[in-house]
Every structure is written in structure tokens, then in C-alpha cells.
């Protein structure tokens, strides 16, 4: 069997059978596998995940019954077989079924000739099968060809009518760009920016309204960019300009004491920490050990020393934390669908029947956060999602209870399509003075 094409399919069947995030997943089938194309296997991974809900939507027209009933490991091959088929121009057709043939006889050797079959069928038949573009209902099309599950498109159809919801879907479809901030701690944007070009790295400056000058992001393209000293010297950091531009709007000054209740992985600390000049005091907290040291090393290597890790639930009471913090920045767990096109597989996850919970979850969070706010100081909320029950009406409920206590300042959703960045919400909430 060939060692990439089984690091892929190992990949999508740990992702369709357990629910894996696929991102950290083939990383540990490439070295398990001993894949030596690792961006082909990726390619394959995320290309399948991204558009799984669009090849069923040809797949079922290729299989005459009992296409919902067929063996994850049969749907797998069928997905990678049409993905390759499709959109890879790479790969010769006659590649892709053989390849997926070949996996059959391992995986599933009595449905060889099905898939097989099915595959060459695609091949025939592709340019004359039908189209999502032919179904009257909006949500059913949106879904079939942006590949979200129907929730999810209804959803953004009610809440931002079906025009906006259809961009939406259309940017997240994308390959999304990666984007870095500049450490300005270390260097400036010039000089990182000539080193990166210098080394052949395609390098632009994003301009999103409310970035600070002081948290320079670049979009970077070309491969190995993880693998430059620049990077080893933590001269530069992943992160979406969205979340920056958050962190941005908080506006952390040096000498500030600044909270970051769910803290993990660590960015909107270290742009608040680069914010403030390293002068000060980042405390940053999440549930679980082991996050705590990736933040720790991370602030290790870029120089950051004002910021400390330290574990703490943030569904807690402040007790003698209670108004210390000048700010506390309050991202909380949520429904991800902003970030659609960076983790594919939220896009076939239902969250009907949590909604509420998770909600209800969110509010309680930053009920007992904004209890770390000293009078005068402030508290932003923010999520990577575009789910108005998870943002503007989590604020408007928490604004109510507080009676007063606090004010909005600022309000924002960034939103795929619109604002060239992920789906992003924040808000900053001042606390009023005794």
C-alpha cells in the first residue's frame, strides 16, 4: 500500500469513526506511516474533509441503494478516490482508483470491485452529473456545494439572510492564508519582513481597522516557513489577524496587569504581552497541565517574561484574584464556525441539540471573569464563531444581569468574505468606577 495515500486514509478514519481533529491527526499518521510527501498526504486529508458533503452529493448518483449504509472504510476510499479525481490535476484518474483499489484489497477486499467500479464511473460521468446549483432549496444547494452540514447553513440564512450566508460559506471553502505577527519585541516589520523574502517567502502586510502598529501581521506564502530561524527565534508567531486585532482594540498598556482566563494556546497573551512592551503582568490561565507548558515554552521563545501560566478554571470564583486586573481577556470554548476552513471537521458536527448549553456555559464564564475587572478597568469577550446566540446576545444577557456595572465600549464580528479574516467576535466592556 502506498505510505502517503494510508497516512491519509488512516487520518480521515480516525477523523469519520472517533471524531479526531484532523489536523493533529496526520501528523501522526505521516511519521506513523513514514509518509515522505507530507503536504501530498495533507492535501488529500483536508481536500477530502473540506469537500466530503459535495462529493456524496456526486457519489450518491453513482450508487444505486443503500449509499448511506456503506462501511466507513468504503466511504473513506470513495471520498479520497473522487477528491483526487476532482481537484487533485496531479494525479493522473487512472492514480486515483488505483491507488484506491489497492487500499480496498488491505481494508475491504470484498467491496474492491464497487469502488473500483464507482470511481471509473465518476470518471465517465463527471462533467454530466448533476449540480448543487439545481436544487430550489437554498440550504440544501449552500450545503451540497460549500460541504457544511444543513444546521449550519440555515443558521447563518436566518441570521444573516441567505446573500451573506452563501459568502460566508464561499470564503470558508478557501484555503485559508497563514498568517503571522511580527514579534516586535525582537525586530521590527522591515527587517523581518526582508529576511522572510530573502529566503523566497511570498510576504504581504494585512491592514485590518483597528490593528495596532504595534502587532504588524503578514500573510505568508511558500513552504518551510516553520522551519527558518526566524521562526526558532521566536521572531515571529501564528496567528489570525482577527485575534490581533481583538487584542488590539483591548488596547494592554505597559505596566498593566492583564488576565487571559482560557488562555490556551497562548496567542491573545502574547500579543497583549508584545502590546504592552513586556512591562507588566500577564497572567494566564487554563484548565489542563499539559497547556500550560506549550504557553511557557512559546513565551520562552519569544522573550516574553511578563507572562506567567498558571492553572485555574474559569468557571471559578475570582476569590483573591477579585478585582486585580486592569483587563482580562475572556475567549471562551465555542461552536467554532468561524474557523470552518481551518478545522474542516466542524463543519459536519451538530450543535442543535447543545446550542443552549453551550451558551449557557459561555455567559457563566464570563459572569465569574468580569469579577476579576478592577472599577475602571475593562474585560473583552470574544469567540471564533458567527452565532449571534453564542455573542451579541451572550453580552446583551451578561450587560442586563450586571445592571449597570458595565458598559460596552466597542463591538465587533469580523466575518469571512467581508472582512478577509476568520469569523471573529469581540466585545470590550468597561467597568464603571465606584
Not at 462501511?71 to 484506491?100: E, R
Not at 466542524?346 to 468580569?370: F, G, M, P, T, V
Not at 478597568?377 to 470574544?382: A, D, E, K, L, T
Request: net charge positive.
Amino acid at each position: 500500500m502506498d505510505k502517503n495515500r494510508k497516512a491519509a486514509y488512516q487520518t480521515l478514519m480516525r477523523v469519520v469513526k472517533d471524531q479526531a481533529y484532523s489536523n493533529i491527526e496526520v501528523s501522526r499518521q505521516i511519521e506513523r506511516c513514514r509518509a515522505d510527501a507530507p503536504a501530498f498526504v495533507r492535501e488529500i486529508v483536508y481536500g477530502s474533509e473540506q469537500h466530503w458533503l459535495y462529493l456524496d452529493y456526486l457519489l450518491k448518483q453513482l450508487v444505486a441503494r443503500g449509499y448511506n449504509k456503506m462501511k466507513p472504510q468504503v466511504s473513506v476510499l470513495l471520498h479520497m478516490g473522487a477528491y483526487q479525481i476532482l481537484f487533485m490535476d496531479s494525479v493522473p484518474d487512472y492514480a486515483a482508483v488505483n491507488s484506491c483499489a489497492e487500499m480496498a484489497s488491505a481494508v475491504c477486499r470484498p467491496q474492491k470491485g464497487f469502488i473500483n467500479a464507482v470511481l471509473r464511473n465518476l470518471i465517465r460521468r463527471k462533467d454530466s452529473l448533476k449540480q448543487p446549483e439545481s436544487e430550489k432549496d437554498p440550504a440544501v444547494r449552500m450545503s451540497a456545494r460549500y460541504s457544511a452540514d444543513p444546521w449550519i447553513v440555515r443558521l447563518l440564512i436566518r441570521q444573516r439572510g441567505e446573500k451573506e450566508a452563501e459568502s460566508i460559506l464561499r470564503e470558508m471553502s478557501e484555503t485559508p492564508p497563514l498568517c503571522i505577527v511580527v514579534n516586535t519585541l525582537k525586530t521590527d516589520r522591515e527587517s523581518l519582513k526582508h529576511a522572510l523574502l530573502k529566503q523566497g517567502f511570498s510576504v504581504d502586510q494585512l491592514e485590518i481597522e483597528g490593528l495596532s502598529d504595534a502587532l504588524p501581521v503578514f500573510a505568508v506564502k511558500g513552504s518551510g516557513l516553520m522551519d527558518t530561524e526566524e521562526f526558532r527565534s521566536g521572531l515571529f508567531y501564528v496567528q489570525d489577524p482577527a485575534s490581533a486585532a481583538a487584542v488590539s482594540s483591548l488596547a494592554p498598556e505597559a505596566g498593566e496587569t492583564v488576565m487571559d482566563v482560557c488562555g490556551a494556546p497562548g496567542g491573545k497573551s502574547m500579543a497583549a504581552a508584545i502590546l504592552m512592551k513586556n512591562q507588566g503582568c500577564v497572567r494566564t490561565f487554563d484548565y489542563y497541565e499539559h497547556k500550560l507548558s506549550l504557553i511557557c515554552k512559546q513565551a520562552e521563545k519569544l522573550g516574553t517574561q511578563c507572562i506567567k501560566a498558571e492553572k485555574r478554571d474559569a468557571l471559578t470564583s475570582a476569590g483573591a484574584l477579585a478585582e486585580t486586573a486592569d483587563a482580562v481577556i475572556c475567549d471562551v470554548p465555542c461552536s467554532g464556525l468561524g474557523v470552518l476552513r481551518r478545522k474542516p471537521e466542524i463543519r459536519y458536527r451538530k450543535l442543535d441539540d447543545d446550542a443552549k448549553a453551550l451558551a449557557e456555559k459561555q455567559l457563566a464564564i464570563l459572569q465569574r471573569s468580569s469579577e476579576l475587572v478592577k472599577p475602571g478597568g475593562r474585560i473583552m469577550y470574544s469567540t471564533c464563531t458567527i452565532n449571534r446566540i453564542e455573542n451579541e446576545e451572550n453580552v446583551e444577557a451578561f450587560l442586563r444581569q450586571q445592571e449597570g456595572k458595565f458598559q460596552k465600549e466597542a463591538e465587533r464580528q469580523l466575518l469571512p468574505g467581508l472582512d478577509g479574516t476568520d469569523g471573529f467576535y469581540f466585545c470590550i466592556m468597561r467597568r464603571m468606577s465606584k
